[in-house]
């Protein structure tokens, strides 16, 4: 499957955004799906994902977005997203949408396909 993330932009504090990751090339619902971001001089992190269809469409968050964030997918148009409300400075970073098929969503070291990021920017 490939992955093509966007909906990055700038926005302010408080602010809402949403992003999309649009999947080819693969049955989609069999795919567990997440997100992750790197800021700057940082790490990759997770970020949210929801399990594929045989995992119920199980969601998992990030303790710094849960509240916050909130990630969904609709099959028929394989596509996930991920909805960003309250939006801090923080939370500025390169955002990626990755998959993994069959995937258990909390356990995060195993997404192992990777969309290209969009970039979210949230000036204070």
């Known amino acids: 499957v490939q992955l093509q993330a966007y909906g990055g932009g700038l926005v302010q504090a408080g602010d809402s955004l949403r992003l999309s990751c649009a999947a080819s090339?693969?049955?989609?619902?069999?795919?567990?799906m997440g997100w992750f971001r790197q800021a700057p001089g940082k790490e990759r992190e997770f970020v949210a994902g929801?399990?594929?269809?045989?995992?119920?469409?199980?969601?998992y968050y990030a303790i710094s977005v849960k509240g916050r964030f909130t990630v969904s997918r609709d099959n028929a148009k394989n596509t996930v997203y991920l909805q960003m409300n309250s939006l801090k400075p923080e939370d500025t970073a390169v955002y990626y949408c990755?998959?993994?098929?069959?995937?258990?969503?909390?356990?995060?070291?195993?997404?192992?396909?990777w969309g290209q990021g969009t970039q979210v920017t949230v000036s204070s």
């Open positions: 090339g693969g049955t989609f619902s069999t795919y567990t």
């Open positions: 990755a998959a993994v098929p069959f995937g258990i969503v909390y356990v995060t070291q195993n997404y192992r396909i």
């Open positions: 929801i399990s594929w269809s045989g995992g119920g469409g199980a969601t």
